[in-house]
C-alpha cells in the first residue's frame, strides 16, 4: 500500500528528532562514555510504552536562524518527555510513570522558552493522574538566546512552582549525570530523590554565573561535584555511571508502586549476633537492616551524610518500609543537628507516600555540648520529634541495645508508647541518660564525699552495675514501658504480623 505524502511528511520530521539524525554529536557523546537522553529513557521505560509530548517543537529563535538549522540543532527544544511504564512485569497496572529528560546535545541542555511549556504541560498531566516520575536534569540552566517570544526577566515562567506544587501529588525522582546548574538544578533539588553519577557536578549556578556575579572563575567540574553533594546531604543515592542510575531510579520508582508478589528472606538467625554485647563497642547497623528486609531490596540514602543516622528504603515480605537507625561507628550513634535532619525528612517522605518506617535504636541520647548546640541542635533535634509525632504511617520500634533519654524517645516519635509497637533485644537498656552519667549526675554530692579515688571510682562502677541491672529490657518490659522483648530472630516476623495487622487501618497506608 502507498504511504501518504502527509505521512511521509510526519515520518520524515519524526526521523530528524531521533538520535540517528544526529551521528556526529552522538559520537561525541558516546566516546565521552556518556548515553543520549533518549537511551536512557530506553533503558528505563518498558519496550514499546512511551508516548511522547512535544517531539516536534523547536528552540524559539527563527530571528536568529533558519527553519532547517533549527529542525537540525534543537530537537524538542532539547527536553525529551511523556509518559510510559516503568517495571510492568513486577507491578502490571501500576506501572504507568511519567519521564522527562533534558538533552544535553542540544545546547548544553539548557532550557528554552518553548522547553518550558513542555515542561508546564507535562507537570500539569502528572499532576492530573498523579504519576511517579523520574526527571534526568542534565544541563545547564535557563537558555538566553530565545529571540522569538518577547521576555525581559522570565520570572514569569512557572515551571519551578508547577514542579514544586507535585511534592505530595506524585514521588519525584532526578537522575544527575554530567552537569546540572541553576535552573535543571532546581528541577533536581525539588525532587523527593535525587540519584547522581560520579561525574556529576550539581549547582545553584554554573561557571559563567558565577564569573558574572564577580565570584570568580571556576571549571564546572569544581562547582558541587559528588564527593561534596554526597557528604552535605544534598544526593541521595551515589553511582558509578547513568547505567546504574536507571536500574537505582527503577528500583527507586518501585517503592512507591506498591507490594512484590515474590520475595526471599535472609537467614533470620544471625541477628542474634549482630550487636555486640558490650554497650561501647561500635558496630554497623547496614547489615542489621540488610537481614531484617527482603533480599537485594534495600537502598540506603544519604549514606555519607550524618553518617550517625542511617536511612534506608526496604522491603518485607514484599511490602514497602522504610528504616532509620543509629550508626554507632560515627558519633556512638548519638542524636547530632544533622542527624535529626536527615532522619526527619526522610519519616515526612515515608508519610508522604504511605510507606511503613521501622525504627533500629541504640543511642546514647541527643548530642550535648557548646558545640552541639552552635549548630542548632535544640530546633533540628525537636524536628524529629515533631516529624515523628505527626506519622500516620505505622511506626514499629526496635531497640537493639542502648535507649536512652529524648535521644531515644525522639527515635521513637517521641514516647516508648508513640509506635504501633515497640520491642527490645535482650541485651537492650533504657534510661533517661547514659547510666554511668545518671549515678554521676544524680549522687554527685555523695561521690565528692569519698576521699580516696580508686574507692569512688569503684563505687561508681558498683552502682552502675546496679542501675544496669535495673535497665535491663526485661525489667523495663516489666514496668509496660516497652510492649515486649524478643528474640532478634523473631523481628522480621513481629515487623510483618504488625503490618499485616495495620495494612489500610491508617490514613496514608497504601503497604
Same mark, same amino acid.
Request: glycine share 12%; net charge negative.
Given at each position: ?45 518498558? *519496550? ?101 517570544? *518577547? ?16 511534592? +505530595? ?23 523527593? &530523590? ?48 547513568? #547505567? ?83 550508626? $554507632?561507628?560515627?558519633?556512638?550513634g548519638a542524636v547530632t543537628s544533622d542527624a535529626a535532619t536527615k532522619a526527619a525528612g526522610f519519616l515526612q517522605l515515608c508519610d508522604t507516600w504511605g510507606i511503613p518506617?521501622? $525504627? ?13 548546640? #552552635? ?12 516529624? +515523628? ?24 516519635g517521641g514516647s516508648t508508647h508513640q509506635p504501633l509497637l515497640t520491642v527490645a533485644w535482650p541485651g537492650a537498656?533504657? +534510661? ?14 555523695? &561521690? ?42 523473631? $523481628? ?5 504480623? $504488625? ?13
Amino acid at each position: 500500500m502507498e504511504i501518504r505524502r502527509d505521512l511521509l511528511d510526519v515520518l520524515a520530521r519524526r526521523a530528524l528528532t531521533e538520535d540517528g539524525a544526529r551521528p556526529e554529536v552522538v559520537a561525541k557523546r558516546h566516546a565521552a562514555g556518556r548515553r543520549t537522553a533518549r537511551e536512557n529513557i530506553a533503558d528505563l521505560i518498558d *519496550p514499546g510504552s512511551f508516548v511522547e509530548y512535544g517531539r516536534f517543537v523547536t528552540a524559539a529563535q527563527e530571528a536568529r536562524r533558519s527553519v532547517d538549522e533549527l529542525l537540525d540543532r534543537t530537537p524538542a527544544d532539547g527536553i525529551v518527555g511523556g509518559l510510559a511504564r516503568i517495571n510492568s512485569e513486577l507491578y502490571g497496572d501500576r506501572a504507568a510513570c511519567a519521564v522527562l529528560s533534558y538533552d544535553y546535545l542540544v545546547m548544553a541542555g539548557t532550557q528554552g522558552m518553548r522547553g518550558h511549556r513542555k515542561t508546564d504541560r507535562l507537570f500539569t498531566v502528572i499532576e492530573r493522574l498523579a504519576l511517579p516520575t523520574v526527571f534526568f536534569t542534565e544541563g545547564g540552566g535557563g537558555r538566553p538566546g530565545d529571540t522569538d517570544i *518577547p521576555l525581559v526577566s522570565a520570572l514569569d515562567v512557572e515551571s519551578f512552582a508547577l514542579w514544586a506544587r507535585l511534592s +505530595g501529588v506524585a514521588p519525584r525522582i532526578a537522575v544527575v549525570s554530567g552537569r546540572c546548574f541553576a535552573g535543571n538544578a532546581v528541577i533536581a533539588g525539588g525532587s523527593d &530523590l535525587i540519584v547522581a553519577t560520579a561525574d556529576a557536578n550539581l549547582g545553584m549556578g554554573g561557571p559563567a554565573m558565577i564569573a558574572g556575579g564577580g565570584l570568580g572563575e571556576f571549571a564546572p567540574e569544581e562547582v558541587g561535584p559528588i564527593d561534596v553533594q554526597t557528604r552535605n546531604g544534598v544526593v541521595d543515592v551515589a553511582v558509578a555511571d547513568e #547505567a546504574e542510575a536507571v536500574a537505582v531510579a527503577k528500583q527507586l520508582i518501585g517503592f512507591f508502586q506498591g507490594r512484590l508478589a515474590t520475595w526471599q528472606a535472609p537467614d533470620q538467625a544471625q541477628l542474634r549476633e549482630a550487636v555486640p554485647e558490650h554497650e561501647r563497642t561500635s558496630y554497623d547497623v547496614a547489615p542489621i537492616v540488610e537481614t531484617l528486609a527482603d533480599e537485594g531490596s534495600v537502598v540506603f540514602l544519604r549514606d555519607l551524610f550524618a553518617p550517625e543516622m542511617m536511612t534506608a528504603l526496604g522491603r518485607i515480605e514484599g511490602r514497602p518500609v522504610g528504616f532509620i537507625g543509629n550508626c $554507632t561507628l560515627h558519633m556512638a550513634g548519638a542524636v547530632t543537628s544533622d542527624a535529626a535532619t536527615k532522619a526527619a525528612g526522610f519519616l515526612q517522605l515515608c508519610d508522604t507516600w504511605g510507606i511503613p518506617v521501622i $525504627t533500629l535504636v541504640d543511642t546514647p541520647g541527643m548530642m550535648v555540648g557548646p558545640e552541639a548546640e #552552635a549548630t542548632g541542635l535544640v530546633r533540628h533535634g525537636s524536628r524529629l520529634l515533631v516529624a +515523628g509525632a505527626r506519622l500516620r504511617v505505622p511506626l514499629i520500634g526496635v531497640i537493639l541495645r542502648r535507649g536512652y533519654g529524648l535521644g531515644a524517645q525522639a527515635m521513637l516519635g517521641g514516647s516508648t508508647h508513640q509506635p504501633l509497637l515497640t520491642v527490645a533485644w535482650p541485651g537492650a537498656h533504657l +534510661g533517661a541518660m547514659g547510666l554511668e552519667g545518671a549515678v554521676r549526675l544524680a549522687l554527685r554530692k555523695e &561521690l565528692a564525699a569519698i576521699e580516696d579515688d580508686d574507692e569512688r571510682e569503684r563505687t561508681v562502677r558498683e552502682l552502675t552495675a546496679a542501675e544496669q541491672e535495673r535497665a535491663k529490657a526485661l525489667n523495663v518490659a516489666r514496668y509496660f514501658e516497652i510492649d515486649d522483648v524478643i528474640d532478634p530472630a523473631e $523481628t522480621r516476623g513481629v515487623i510483618a504480623q $504488625t503490618l499485616a495487622a495495620a495494612q489500610g487501618r491508617h490514613e496514608g497506608d497504601t503497604g
